[in-house]
């Protein structure tokens, strides 16, 4: 089930690729595009893993999905006026969620000890 569920998530994944690929013109822009949501997702998560905090998978999939979010949200509302890409706010996001998490992590094993 599992091998079957991956191979269609393949699938649907290289489709969205192709449809990207042929979409673009500008390989910079696309580039841009790309890393805007690569950053705020991964970034974040890698540079707390590289220190040695770890978090759940739940608040790791928390983490990206506001990150993300907060990127197409940006970039829908604020980036064009603003003229600041969504990958600043994502980034900034996602660091404040995971700061978060861990002030609660720490503020909780305190009052347990």
Known sequence: MELHLARIITVVLGIIA?????NTTDIFQ????VFKFWGPTVLIP????????TVSKANFFIGVILASLTVILWDATLGEKLNIEGL?????VHLMFYLAIKKYALSKQESLA
Not at 30 to 33: A, D, K
Request: proline content about 5%.
């Open 18 to 22: 192709i449809v990207f690929a042929v």
């Open 30 to 33: 696309t580039l841009l595009s």
């Open 46 to 53: 890698l540079l707390f893993m590289i220190y040695g905090y």
């Open 88 to 92: 600043i706010p994502g980034l900034s």
